[in-house]
């Protein structure tokens, strides 16, 4: 079987490191694999609107910082095709005919959509875009013919309510669509990385992150402000490491050879865990070397996006070329899927053949 990659970010704002731990960092490992026999990353323009339908210059202005992301972290358009949902117009058709396939009760049971509707105060007015926004995700993975999906642990309920549409649908019109599999981030800490405040998530929309194209005294203040153990007071009291944001960091960035460049009188991060823990290392010693961390894996992805900057018309015509080939493949899958669903009427001589014999007697 054809093995094909498929995820995409909302473009709401710059991408920021839990985008980056979540999903970016395996997309580009996996692209440079050669495992895959297609690639598509999707700026996913139209899910947004759904919650943003009054500010479209939002969305329309971040379009290219979200590419400008993707290509700094190394995402390569000779290997990956990068394209805009809304240049898609296949996904709204097979959006309209999957909504037939699930029942308002499945969609409000969703708990990142119940999550979301309460983070922005949408209770009394839900937009039906907004509610239905699971099922086009599914009309984006499965035009596709995705097999893989690298994202975040919030994404969770969206691959599951995709897969029962996929066998909802393959059962009721025939053997159709592809099944596809989520692949969640193997560290803890990537799952779904807290904000610099220690909430729940790092999100645009909760001005908790740290933002790719940080500049370097941003990222150092934004270190140094960290929430981390509140009962850690002096430096003798024993810390705790559950919850700390500033732990949770160095399990998600940190490699084996920052601790000989930055911190040579530990050997590993269980041994820093391990002091931590019995009391006698500071809050600030930490934050130094996280900090350290963060400079040097963020350090060329700027540089890159700066690069990249200085030719911004070349990004719309990659962004272009993304959309053309996107919608002749989801063209195809809605070919395939109309004909399943009986209702590629001029396609099929048959029926008109049958027709014609029908009336005929
Ligand atoms: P918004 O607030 O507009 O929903 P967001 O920050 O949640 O934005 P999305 O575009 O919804 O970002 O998510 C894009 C991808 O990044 C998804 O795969 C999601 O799982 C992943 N992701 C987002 N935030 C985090 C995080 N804090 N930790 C791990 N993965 C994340
Ligand atoms: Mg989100």
Redesign the pocket.
């Known amino acids: 079987m054809r093995k094909v990659m498929l ?4 473009p ?2 710059k991408l ?1 490191v ?2 980056y ?3 970016l960092r395996r997309r580009v490992e996996l692209q440079n694999t050669g495992d895959f026999d297609d690639i598509f990353i999707m700026i ?1 323009d139209a899910q ?1 609107l759904t919650d943003n339908a009054d500010n479209p210059e939002k969305v329309r202005q971040n379009i290219i910082e979200v590419a400008l992301d993707y290509l700094a972290c190394g995402l390569d358009p000779e290997k990956s095709t990068l394209f805009i949902q809304s240049q898609v117009p296949e996904l709204c058709e097979l959006s309209f005919y999957y909504m037939n396939l699930v029942t308002v009760s499945r969609l409000q049971r969703n708990p990142t959509v119940k999550a ?1 509707i309460q983070m922005r105060n949408f209770e009394a007015s839900i937009p039906v875009g907004f509610f239905t926004y699971p099922i086009s995700q599914a009309a984006d993975i499965t035009a596709f013919k995705a097999t893989t999906v690298p ?5 969770m309920p969206m691959l599951e309510q995709t897969k029962e549409i996929v066998h909802k649908f393959n059962s009721v019109y025939g053997e159709t669509l592809v099944d596809p599999k989520i692949l969640l ?1 193997d560290n803890e800490a ?5 904000g610099i405040d220690g909430k729940a ?5 909760l001005n908790n992150c740290i933002y790719l194209s940080e500049e370097p005294e941003e990222i150092k203040k934004k270190v140094f402000s960290m929430f981390t153990d509140p009962t850690h007071i002096r430096i003798e009291d024993p810390g705790r490491l559950e919850g700390n944001t500033v732990f949770t960091y160095l399990d998600a960035f940190c490699r084996p050879e920052y601790f000989p460049e930055f911190l040579p009188e530990y050997k590993d991060l269980d041994e820093l865990k391990a002091h931590y823990k019995r009391g006698g290392l500071g809050d600030m010693k930490v934050k130094r070397f996280l900090n350290n961390v963060l400079q040097a894996e963020l350090e060329p992805i700027r540089n890159r996006r700066k690069e990249f900057q200085k030719n911004i018309p070349a990004i719309y015509d990659i962004l272009k070329k993304g959309s053309e080939k996107a919608e002749a493949v989801a063209a195809e899958t809605l070919r395939d899927v109309k004909a399943a669903m009986k209702i590629n009427y001029f396609d099929d001589l048959e029926l008109i053949k049958g027709q014609a014999e029908k009336f005929s007697e």
């Open positions: 995820t995409g970010d909302r709401t704002g920021h839990g985008h731990v979540g999903s996913a947004a979301e994202v975040g642990e919030d994404q981030p990537c799952m779904r990385l807290p998530k790092m999100s645009k929309s």
